[in-house]
């Protein structure tokens, strides 16, 4: 019975950027795909007006917070990811950025292709898809940084970002209705940007290339099936196929349970879940033979979340695209404006005044002394600058991302202070989070506008890191003892499953891993051979 025909050729987990573009390759070879997502599917008109409606906003389905967003603390790092139909692209700030080649010749997967020369027909590849361009929409922030960047000698590397988004031409309104204009009239009609900044909270005026507007759109028209609000429990494999068991992810009771059967598995659920469920896996004795090696080597792209806040500010800062710019203050360090829309301040309770120091109790009491000192002197300003109420339309988010390499291992355990339940927990070495060159830069950006810098207060009191960029854990490796997946991303140990997201990613990209986990996964496809049509079809 297990060696019959199956229910699906391949059943792809998670609709995020390897999803997506595992789906839509996939069903375009002729296979008969399905798309497994836990979260919902949101469309332009029923997105959150404000992150202060946590329940659309936040996605934690076991407290009935049904969003897109999710925040989850570790004990090395916060990460940040999105969890919806698209996977992160509803909720990603649409910056697509390509790696230097350098990249390609650190960690494990060094020398097990000829990345220099395979990738860039990639990327191209995966540009087009996403229909990337050079961003044209420059809010006041992205002005305030290069007036800031030109004061502190980096006025050279000011560059507009390639951003994922559908913007008017020159001269034209926003907000204007379009006919698909990537895909010759076989994608959705769009509109163009308005430079609202509301990327990051989902795009409401339906402009931004989510992958629910390309690859997973063409995928489903193609003929893929797409569960959505459906967690993956189980994959074991069962003679020739492989069982995959589901649940529904936002039930607390009526779960909904049900088994698929298929040929292959593509694993896409993010560097965090696809870690998470494969550990699980392998302790469950479904999946024995995973190497390792998984969940070594993460990376969080050497970030640090610093800022600056005017109070008052007669320029609203969240006008523009949520990343419309950036600048390199040194060979390893890349900083980029950020912003989110005016009125979703709720990401405003994470931010405090601009601290230095070593990590631990000197730098609380530093910090305490700064607070104390700022209130002292500047008692309006300092409270205005710490409470959210206006924190989006008063503040330049500044995201500092370095190349350098870092990382920690995750192992599947049960914390002390909830060991009902094993979980994904955080070992190794602290990541560094306090960067002293672009914390100089903050304050160079204070004084040119007369803000005052700030950075996140997990950082200072705890020396915990906040990361959107999470990447590794079932790395590429020549060997199970080197890594998770070959080249080509196939698990070892088994035939038939693949990895397609940025766990496979073998070192600091120091940009938005978006681009290089959609180019990975188009390389990845192509190794797959197109479907034989079999005698009675």
């Known amino acids: 019975m297990s060696d019959s025909a199956p229910d699906f050729d391949f059943i792809v987990i998670g609709s995020g950027f390897g999803g997506s573009v595992s789906a839509h390759r996939l069903v375009e070879k002729g296979y008969r795909v399905a798309v497994m997502e836990m979260g919902r599917r949101w469309t332009a008109g029923n997105l959150p007006h404000t992150n202060w409606r946590l329940w659309r906003w936040i996605w934690r389905p ?7 967003f999710n925040i989850e603390p570790f004990r090395h790092v916060i990460i940040m990811h999105g969890c919806a139909v698209g996977g992160g692209s509803i909720t990603y700030a649409n910056t697509l950025l390509q790696p230097g080649d350098a990249v390609w010749e650190r960690g494990s997967w060094a020398g097990l292709a ?51 988004v559908f913007e008017p031409p020159e001269g034209a309104a926003p907000g204007e209705p379009h006919p698909d204009p990537y895909f010759d009239g076989a994608g959705p009609p769009r509109h163009t940007c ?170 609380i009491l530093h910090w305490i002394a700064t607070c104390a000192s700022s209130l002292l002197r500047h008692p309006i300003r300092t409270v205005r600058s710490l409470h959210p109420f206006g924190w989006a339309r008063e503040s330049l988010i500044l995201l500092c991302m370095q190349t350098l390499d870092g990382h920690i291992d995750m192992r599947l355990g049960r914390p002390w202070f909830w060991p009902f339940h094993p979980s994904l ?80 990613i073998a070192a600091n990209l120091g940009v938005n891993p978006s681009l290089t986990i959609c180019a990975l996964t188009e390389r990845a496809m192509t190794f797959i051979p197109p479907k034989i049509p079999s005698a009675s079809g």
């Open 194 to 363: 308005t430079g609202c900044g509301g990327c990051m909270m989902g795009c409401r005026y339906n402009a931004k290339n989510t992958l629910d507007k390309n690859y997973l759109y063409l995928a489903e028209k193609g003929g893929a099936r797409l569960f959505a609000e459906t967690r993956v429990v189980d994959v074991a494999p069962a003679g020739e196929n492989y069982i995959v068991r589901t649940e529904r992810s936002t039930a607390f009771f009526r779960k909904h349970r049900r088994s698929f059967t298929a040929r292959s598995v593509v694993f896409a659920g993010s560097a965090l879940g696809t870690m998470d469920l494969l550990f699980r896996l392998k302790r469950k004795g479904s999946l024995p033979l995973l190497s390792d090696c998984l969940g070594k080597r993460v990376r969080t792209n050497a970030e640090s979340l610093i800022g600056v806040r005017v109070p008052g500010s007669r320029d609203d800062l969240s006008l523009g695209i949520a990343i419309g710019s950036g600048i390199y203050i040194d060979e390893f360090t890349h900083i980029e404006a950020t912003r989110y829309p005016a009125g979703s301040d709720a990401m405003g309770l994470l931010a405090t005044l601009l601290t230095g120091g070593r990590p631990g109790r000197t730098r």
């Open 114 to 164: 000829d990345w220099k020369s395979q990738m860039p027909g990639h990327f191209q590849t995966a540009r087009r898809m996403l229909g990337v361009i050079e961003n044209r929409i420059l809010g006041p922030a992205d002005h305030i940084l290069r007036r800031a960047a030109e004061a502190a000698g980096a006025g050279h590397t000011f560059y507009r970002t390639q951003v994922a």
């Open 62 to 68: 076991g407290l009935a917070l049904r969003g897109f």
């Open 425 to 504: 927990m955080s070992h190794g070495p602290r990541i560094p989070t306090y960067i002293p060159q672009a914390n100089d830069f903050a304050r160079k950006v204070a004084a040119t506008i007369g803000g005052t810098p700030m950075s996140m207060v997990t950082e200072i009191l705890f020396n915990v890191p906040g990361t959107a960029h999470i990447l590794g854990g079932c790395p590429m490796g020549e060997s199970p003892e080197q890594g998770v997946v070959d080249h080509q991303q196939r698990l070892f140990g088994y035939r038939n499953l693949y990895v397609c997201d940025g766990s496979v």
